[in-house]
Structure formats: structure tokens, C-alpha cells
């Protein structure tokens, strides 16, 4: 998950409630006076004004008043999350609250299902916000002990050879579809660190959190261009195809490179690619590849690499 | 209660939509200057007549705070009436009202009503990537201890897309869905927008097809369903009848109006499908004393087809449910028989901040007026606007007569 997400910053009237997540408490406040449930804490009845309220735990069951599926990340750093399961979940107790759905394919979430909720730790600091799944799912907790789990590209069945010499079967390889996506791996501020010592680029706006959240146009540190592109070479893109008979191969350098979208420290990144075309010539046989890099739920690439292999 | 009619919108300017990228950059008082020249030609006024200003407070370049005051300063104005609104889309209608107001009530005799939407020059010391950050959480708060920053951001809740999305979700499970409908309100806007060569996409028609095969943003708004920001800017003078009986145009007297809202985020509706619009067009209707069938057109504010299509049902022109069935059944076109958004509504013409919303009652006034060119209605005295800001949190309307 990006690091740079937005994160609630609890105030004296609201840390009850937040503090009771932590708990896997659903905590709310109720009018002394008329019995009103109010969300959010408020110091105040927001039906009769009076301020008799008392903190009470509920169960924190409730229907599906409305929901949408964002199809474009409402902000870059939430592509993990993508496509978004943006939802209002009523409580039996008649408070509204946005909130996310986990658990639940798209198919099965519609408006009036009965919902649950799902006390979700998104830290080591133990930080947790409430989301809601269906009223028979099991989601199970995060876990911060161990590294991140990496997706895996399963283990691809012989690829198909093609020899170096092939010209009509190499130019039947170019192609506006790209691959499937590759394993992921995950952009962290270790990382990112690691690589401005390394280069040298130590610029604000990838090594200090700090000050990249307050005045950084990110809300956040974010991977340097040159690391992402680099990061390629950990990537195993699932090209169908192998090429065989030459002797030496070479990156030639790029056709065209950009980073068209930012990558926030903690995002997961995969790529996918496409042969964009083939030259054979005297010096040997060379394949443009387009290779994308993108943010995991990104639609927008955040490296786009022509890349120009030489097979000699 | 309400107004005598005895206040009339009488000369607007608006810039022409533009890209932000290619659009000019000017100070906003250089444009609050510019247009107010501009409106002051249009209605064939002096300056000397203006003695009332309403602005904008949020998003002015050159200050936060003190607003009228530098702007009365830089144009040079004496004002006996001041006012900043802050109620994002619907702003435009809700500077128009108070303006007629101050009039009735005897402050001032002719109000500038103007909202700059232009980019401002950067500084020499200024960070463009304040714009990147000022947009980042959309009109989402950030600020510790504002309920939006604590309960919403966090879970991706922000910007408009996804809470115009869900009442539209919430809808479709109350009464149905028809996704053709919805498209056929953008399309028969940009038909409008054939006429109108201000508009954004002047010179591009749309099909119901292209609507639907538009990429989904949020289920179930398609992007053509949404309106595009552009740079631009707009003002309109609101004078007194003796005012109004020296200006060039035929005035559009502004005879209702009404106002409603109650929460920021819809999730805390009573009924996300019941728009504050509904309050707000039923009192503006009393006091016009006119009904929805009364009115020669209607300019809906459009950020999305689905505000559209509820301010459609809230205002009374249609029955709460039968809102599609309305549109399949109606042509919205100015050609029609029920003319709506004739300059091609916000979604073809372009979204200019908070001066997107004065793009129909500028249009309202010209129809009123005889001088909407080519989509010019053969009959046009009443015409009802409406205004929306944040997530049909804060509505408005306005009635309209031709004096």
C-alpha cells in the first residue's frame, strides 16, 4: 500500500472512536437527551443540540445505502485499492458512514446487502480504519511481521523459439496487445533511498517524507523515474515468444522514454510489454520493445520505455 | 415574502472556454476589471452606475481575505453594497438573488456580479506545484479536525466523481436505471452546442452510442457524462428598473428564487435521491407564482448527466422516478418542446470553476433577451435556472421574466 495515503489525524473529540478500532470496537456517541446516534463524533446532538452524550460500543452491523466502483484511482496513491469499492453502509443504528468494501467481488455487493464490519490495522503502528464486507465473509487481518507477499508470475509453459534469422516469423511478433502483467514488486522508501545514495539524486521529493507530505504536490515521497525504469530488470514480463541463434545481445538504449505518472513510495509496481517492431539489418536483427511500467491499478503507465534490443 | 420584480439582469460578458494550458493568464482583478468593462458595454451602462459588487471568496488569486474591498480598490468602484459568495457551483445563481435583494431593499441601484476563472500569472517565487496540491484532494478539506479529512479521505472518499456516482447507484436501485436516457441528455445538449460557437465542442456532435462506449469513470457515470474544466470567467449586471430602463438590452427580471442546503457530504442525506434543489425551485416558483409548465426553458446545471436528470424531477418538471421516462419522451434540444440548457449546458460548453454555473443564467438572460444567435427560442419570457455546488450539497434557483 502507497505510504502516501491520506490517514485520519484523531482529535480530542474523535479519539474514542478511533481508539476503539484499534480495539476492534466499533464506538459511537448517543444523545443522553433524545437517543439520537451520531456520526461522526461530535461534541453535540446534530439533531437536538444537546451536548449529554455518552461514548457506547455497537455492533457495527448495517445494510448498503449506496456504492460506486471508481474505475480511475480518486487519487494515484489508492491504484492498490483499484478498482475502488466506494460505499455508504447505513448502521442499524441509523448513522450513515463512507467507508470501502474488502471481501466482496463486484457482482455480489448491492445496495440493501447486509454488511459487517472489518476492522482493518493498515500499519505497524496499528492504525485501523473501518471498512465493511458481507455479513457471511471472512477477511483476513493484514499482517505486518512479514515482508509484503509478491505476486508470482506462475511458471510459464515453453515459450516459443524464434531464431534470429526468421524475418517473417519475427515481424508476425509486432503487435498493438501487450502482454499479460509480470510479477510485482514493491517501491519502498528503503528502496528509494538506497537508489539516491547510489545516483546521487537526493531531492526532497524522494527522500524526505517529512516534507514532501507538507509541501510536496504528491502527499508524498515518490520513486525516482530512473529507479522505476531501472526496476524493469525485476520484472518478468510473460512474452510469449523466445528468441534463439545469436551470440551476443545488447541493450541498444531507448527510442522514447517517459514517466507520465508519479510512483508513490510503498506503491507496487508490474509491468507488461509488446513488440513494437523489428529491423534486420547488417549489424544484426533489432527488436523495439514497449515496456510499461505501471502503479498495480494504475491505468495510466508510470515508465514507458521503447526499448531497443540488438541480437548479433 | 420575496421579490417585487423590480430587479433585472441587464449585460454579461463571459470569456470564451479554453484549454488551461493555452488559455491566457491574468491576475483575477485584472479580469474582474476586464469583464466588468465587458458586462458595462454589453448592457450599454457607465461605469459611474455600478454601486454594488458580489465576488467570489474562495479560489480569488490575489487575496483570501478582504476581497471587495481590493477589488472595489483596483477597479476603482464606490460600493454601497459588498459581498463574497462561497457556494461553488451554485454561486452564480446565488450572487444573481442577492443582488436583486440589495436592489429591492434600497442599498444600491446596479450590481456587478462576477466570477474570474481564468489562471493567474505565477509569481517569481511561486511553486506551480501548489496548483498540483490545491487540486489533489479536489474541494475535499485537509485541515485538522474538518470531518471530511478525518472520515473520508482516508478512504478514498474525495473529489465529486464517486459521490455524484453513488446517488446515481442509490437511484438506480430506487427507481430504475435507463443508461440510453442518461447519454441522451448530454447528446441533445451538445446538439445545442452546434449552435453555439462559444462552446467548448462547437463543431463536434455526439451519439447516445459514443456516450455509452465512453470510458466508465465511476459505475455508473461515464467520462462523456461528466463536465470538462476549462479556463474562462463571466460577470453580469443586476440593476433597478430605473437603471434597467436605460440599458440596451431587454432586461430578464429576476422574480424568484430560493436556496437550500444541509450537508456537505450526501452520505448524511435524509434521502440522497431528494436533492435540496426540490426546496429551493418550489419556494423560487411561489414566489414568482409560476408553475414548471409556465417556464419556456430551463437551464439545469449540468456538472454530471444525473444532476441533470434530478433537478428534472426535484424542480416539478417531472414526476420523482420518472425522470428517464421524461427524457426519452421529451426533446431537450432548443428545437424541442422543452428546451434545456440551449448552450449546450456546462457539459458541452465547458466548466470554468464557479463561473461554469453563470453559463446559464447568462443564457437564460439571452434568450430572455432575443440575442441567442442561432438556438434563439421563438418564445422566451420565463426561463427557471438552477445551481449546484459540491455534491448537490448547496442548491439554487431562479425565475426569470422578460421585462
Known amino acids: 500500500m502507497s505510504t502516501n495515503k491520506p490517514m485520519p489525524a484523531p482529535t480530542e473529540i474523535s479519539a474514542p472512536f478511533w481508539a476503539g478500532l484499534k480495539e476492534q470496537r466499533l464506538t459511537l456517541p448517543q444523545c443522553q437527551a433524545c437517543g439520537h446516534w451520531i456520526f461522526y463524533p461530535r461534541r453535540h446532538c446534530d439533531r437536538c443540540y444537546s451536548h449529554d452524550l455518552k461514548w457506547q460500543d455497537v455492533s457495527g452491523s448495517g445494510t448498503l445505502y449506496s456504492f460506486t466502483v471508481a474505475r480511475i484511482p480518486t487519487l494515484p496513491d489508492f491504484a492498490d485499492e483499484a478498482p475502488q469499492k466506494l460505499a455508504v453502509v447505513e448502521l442499524d443504528e441509523g448513522v450513515r458512514i463512507n467507508t470501502t468494501l474488502i471481501g466482496l467481488e463486484e457482482g455480489e455487493i448491492k445496495i440493501g446487502m447486509r454488511l459487517k464490519p472489518v476492522f482493518d490495522t493498515v500499519n505497524r503502528e496499528g492504525d485501523t480504519l473501518l471498512r465493511f464486507t458481507g455479513i457471511d465473509k471472512d477477511v483476513a487481518p493484514r499482517r505486518f511481521d512479514a515482508p509484503q507477499a509478491v505476486e508470482q508470475v506462475e511458471e510459464q509453459a515453453p515459450r516459443r523459439q524464434i531464431r534470429v534469422d526468421d524475418a517473417e516469423a519475427l515481424h508476425a511478433l509486432v503487435s498493438d496487445e501487450f502482454t499479460a502483467w509480470s510479477n510485482q514488486i514493491v517501491v519502498d522508501q528503503a528502496l528509494i533511498d538506497e537508489f539516491a545514495r547510489l545516483s546521487g539524486d537526493d531531492y526532497w521529493i524522494h527522500t524526505d517524507p517529512e516534507r514532501a507530505r507538507k509541501q510536496g504536490p504528491f502527499g508524498g515521497t515518490i520513486a525516482h523515474g530512473a529507479l522505476v525504469q531501472v526496476l524493469m530488470s525485476r520484472l518478468k514480463v510473460p512474452f510469449e515468444h523466445e528468441i534463439v541463434g545469436f551470440t551476443n545481445m545488447v541493450n541498444y538504449g531507448s527510442d522514447r522514454l517517459r514517466f507520465p505518472s508519479p510512483v508513490p513510495a510503498g506503491s507496487r509496481i508490474h509491468s507488461r510489454g509488446r513488440v513494437k517492431a523489428v529491423e534486420i539489418g547488417k549489424r544484426g536483427t533489432q527488436l523495439t520493445l514497449e515496456l510499461n511500467i505501471h502503479v498495480v491499478g494504475s491505468e495510466r503507465p508510470a515508465v514507458i520505455n521503447d526499448l531497443v534490443v540488438l541480437y548479433m | ?403
Not at chain 2, 101 to 109: K, M, S
Not at chain 2, 196 to 223: C, I, R, W
Not at chain 2, 224 to 253: C, F, H, Q, T, Y
Not at chain 2, 257 to 262: I, T
Open chain 2, 1 to 403: 415574502m420575496g421579490l417585487k420584480g423590480n430587479a433585472a439582469i441587464v449585460g454579461a460578458a463571459q470569456y470564451k472556454p479554453e484549454k488551461y494550458a493555452t488559455a491566457p493568464r491574468m491576475f483575477h482583478l485584472e479580469q474582474v476589471a476586464d469583464l466588468a468593462a465587458r458586462a458595462l458595454a454589453d448592457a450599454g451602462l457607465q461605469a459611474s452606475d455600478l454601486d454594488g459588487l458580489v465576488i467570489n471568496g474562495p479560489q480569488f488569486h490575489e487575496a483570501s481575505v478582504f476581497v471587495p474591498a481590493m477589488a472595489a480598490e483596483y477597479l476603482g468602484m464606490k460600493l454601497n453594497f459588498a459581498e463574497v459568495v462561497d457556494l461553488g457551483g451554485c454561486t452564480s445563481v446565488a450572487m444573481v438573488w442577492r443582488a436583486a435583494a440589495a436592489i429591492e431593499l434600497g442599498l444600491c441601484q446596479a450590481v456587478l456580479c462576477v466570477l474570474p476563472a481564468r489562471m493567474a500569472p505565477f509569481g517569481p517565487d511561486e511553486d506551480p506545484s501548489w496548483m498540483a496540491r490545491a487540486m489533489r484532494f479536489g474541494g475535499h478539506s485537509t485541515a485538522f479536525g474538518a470531518p471530511e479529512a478525518e472520515f473520508d479521505l482516508p478512504y478514498g472518499h474525495m473529489g465529486q466523481n464517486t459521490g455524484y456516482a453513488m446517488i446515481a447507484q442509490r437511484y438506480a436501485a430506487q427507481y430504475g436505471y435507463d443508461a440510453a436516457a442518461m447519454a441522451k441528455i448530454a447528446v441533445d445538449q451538445r446538439f445545442n452546442a452546434q449552435f453555439n460557437p462559444e462552446a467548448m465542442f462547437y463543431g463536434q456532435p455526439l451519439t447516445v452510442e459514443q456516450v455509452l462506449a465512453s470510458k466508465m469513470v465511476a459505475d455508473p457515470l461515464h467520462v462523456l457524462e461528466i463536465v470538462m474544466p476549462v479556463a474562462g470567467g463571466a460577470a453580469l449586471i443586476v440593476a433597478s428598473k430605473e437603471v434597467a430602463a436605460r440599458a440596451r438590452n431587454r432586461g430578464a427580471v429576476v422574480t424568484g428564487f430560493g436556496e437550500h442546503l444541509e450537508f456537505k457530504s450526501p452520505s448524511y442525506a435524509d434521502d440522497m435521491t431528494r436533492t435540496p434543489v426540490g426546496p429551493a425551485s418550489d419556494r423560487a416558483f411561489a414566489m414568482a407564482g409560476l408553475k414548471p409548465a409556465d417556464m419556456h426553458a430551463a437551464q439545469i446545471y449540468d456538472c454530471y448527466t444525473i444532476t441533470t436528470l434530478l433537478t428534472l424531477e426535484d424542480a416539478g418538471f417531472a414526476p420523482k422516478g420518472e425522470g428517464m421516462r421524461f427524457v426519452r419522451e421529451n426533446d431537450l434540444t432548443w428545437r424541442g418542446n422543452f428546451p434545456m440548457n440551449t448552450h449546450g449546458g456546462q457539459l458541452s460548453f465547458g466548466q470554468a470553476g464557479s463561473a461554469g454555473g453563470m453559463s446559464q443564467v447568462i443564457e437564460a438572460f439571452h434568450q430572455i433577451a432575443g440575442r441567442a444567435g442561432d438556438r434563439q427560442l421563438a418564445r422566451c419570457d420565463n426561463v427557471y435556472v438552477s445551481g449546484t455546488g459540491g455534491v448537490m450539497s448547496e442548491q439554487g434557483a431562479l425565475i426569470l421574466q422578460g421585462a
